[in-house]
């Protein structure tokens, strides 16, 4: 059984800084990532980086925010500076094992001054 336990998130002004992570329990996971969802919107992408360390970023967030993943912790990390009133949304932890998604309980961050 995976489990996925988020952690960070919260309020912040534009131009801040956000730090999440996300602990993983159970499988091996080929891919780690976040995606979002802000109201009236489906869910995005975000960020995801293979076990081998290849990363994905959507065009949004290029250049603003940062995975990163420690596989023997089995963790997966957001870092997201610059922030704007745009990124706010519900954001979740989504893994990969074996070509199954599990989703984390998703945490609310909010942009606005």
């Known amino acids: 059984q995976v489990q996925l336990v988020e952690s960070g998130g919260g309020l912040v002004q534009p131009g801040g800084s956000l730090r999440f992570s996300c602990a993983a329990s159970?499988?091996?996971?080929?891919?780690m990532g976040w995606y979002r969802q802000a109201p009236g919107n489906q869910r995005e992408l975000v960020a995801t980086?293979?076990?081998?360390?290849?990363?994905r970023l959507a065009d949004s967030v290029k250049g603003r925010f940062t995975i990163s993943r420690d596989n023997a912790k089995k963790t997966v990390d957001l870092q997201m500076n610059s922030l704007k009133p745009e990124d706010t949304a519900v954001y979740y932890c989504?893994?990969?094992?074996?070509?199954?998604?599990?989703w984390g309980q998703g945490t609310q961050v909010t942009v606005s001054s």
């Open positions: 980086i293979t076990s081998g360390g290849s990363t």
């Open positions: 989504n893994v990969v094992a074996r070509g199954v998604l599990f």
């Open positions: 159970g499988s091996i996971f080929s891919i």
